[in-house]
């Protein structure tokens, strides 16, 4: 079952949080090649506004780590000039809602460049972005709309969901010859510390994690909603021995994974904070019922987001799957 994987397993560790890590792994990487670029709004003296770039602007100078003006448009339309000149830009929308300004320009052009060239240019980018809700943001900052990239040929899509995962995760993104999509869950970005080696490493894109070991339900999620879904897990041990697994790329996903779990629990729960309708778990069901049909014992459970705008502040709570949906569904899945 797949993990993180590191170029020296002997390296010494630090603890960080999570958007501690993203820096780090920009860090490890900017001074490890010198075309990897990093461009955005506030990216440079500012730090960023979570400040997962601090300290950038200072190490590699301003012709390397550029901010921009306020435009996703043209930040997208950089960094896929600067991806077809041979150069590894990694630009950063400020928020995820931030980005459907820039999708004609994803969509059109990142997304086909390679291919529509039939080889001919590359268009070797991380698109980073700050998704998810948890934060008491306004309009267009909570949305988890991680779909839209996925269902889109020619993206990559990552989603971290520890600081050891956040940077080798995102190092590998960089160093990927496609276009990657590389979503950072701020509810968690100062959420807990982990260990993570010092010096560039790679968690391999397209390999889900066990984070959880078990045998009666298996629990699939990624990103910040992996944390209710392991506090829900050891809620039910003794009763229920729930298997979570954190698919971690969406796109690719690891359905072998997937599969190889369902196989051995006969149940699943799927968790995520994105709208119900149209969310990745309609494709995990779906890659379940195609693949391992004869192995179900019950109807595979949602526990999601709701089809409704983002909402503001008080209601946000309602509209994030916690540790009580999660656990809930996981026995009426298993009792079935």
């Avoid at 809602?97 to 460049?113: H, K, P, S, V």
């Avoid at 709309?145 to 990552?158: D, R, S, W």
Wanted: proline share 6%; charged share 25%.
């Amino acid at each position: 079952m797949a993990g993180n994987t590191s170029s020296d397993t002997d390296a010494t560790a630090e603890d960080l949080l999570l958007v501690e890590a993203v820096a780090e792994g920009l860090h490890d990487e900017m001074a490890h090649d010198d075309s990897v670029i990093v461009l955005g709004e506030d990216v440079g003296q500012s730090g960023g506004v979570f400040r997962a770039t601090e300290g950038l602007y200072e190490a590699f100078g301003d012709e390397r780590v550029i901010d921009t003006p306020l435009s996703e448009t043209g930040i997208a339309g950089a960094a896929i000039g600067l991806a077809a000149s041979g150069l590894r830009p990694v630009m950063e929308i400020q928020f995820m809602g931030f980005t459907y300004a820039a999708l004609e320009q994803l969509y059109t052009r990142a997304a086909r460049l390679h291919a529509r060239s039939r080889g001919q240019y590359p268009c070797q980018l991380v698109l980073r972005a700050p998704f998810g809700g948890g934060v008491r943001a306004p309009d267009l900052h909570g949305e988890s709309m991680e779909t839209i990239f996925v269902h889109h040929p020619g993206f990559k899509v990552v989603v971290p969901s520890t600081p050891r995962d956040a940077k080798g995760l995102l190092i590998a993104s960089i160093r990927d010859p496609d276009p990657v999509v590389f979503l950072e869950p701020k509810k968690i970005y100062r959420a807990f510390r982990e260990e993570v080696p010092e010096g560039a490493y790679e968690t391999p894109l397209g390999e889900a994690a066990i984070r959880r070991e078990g045998r009666d339900v298996t629990a699939l999620t990624w990103g910040a909603m992996t944390r209710p879904t392991l506090e829900a897990a050891a809620d039910l041990a003794g009763d229920i021995d729930v298997e979570v697994l954190d698919l971690r790329t969406l796109s690719p996903m690891d359905r072998e994974t997937v599969v190889a779990s369902f196989e051995k629990t006969g149940r699943a729960v799927v968790v995520h904070e994105a709208p119900r309708t149209g969310g990745l778990a309609g494709e995990v069901i779906a890659t379940l019922q195609e693949e391992a049909l004869l192995y179900q014992e019950a109807p595979v459970g949602r526990v999601t987001g709701w089809d409704t705008v983002y909402p503001l502040y008080e209601l946000e709570d309602f509209q994030l799957p916690n540790t009580t949906r999660v656990r809930e569904k996981i026995r009426e899945v298993a009792a079935f």
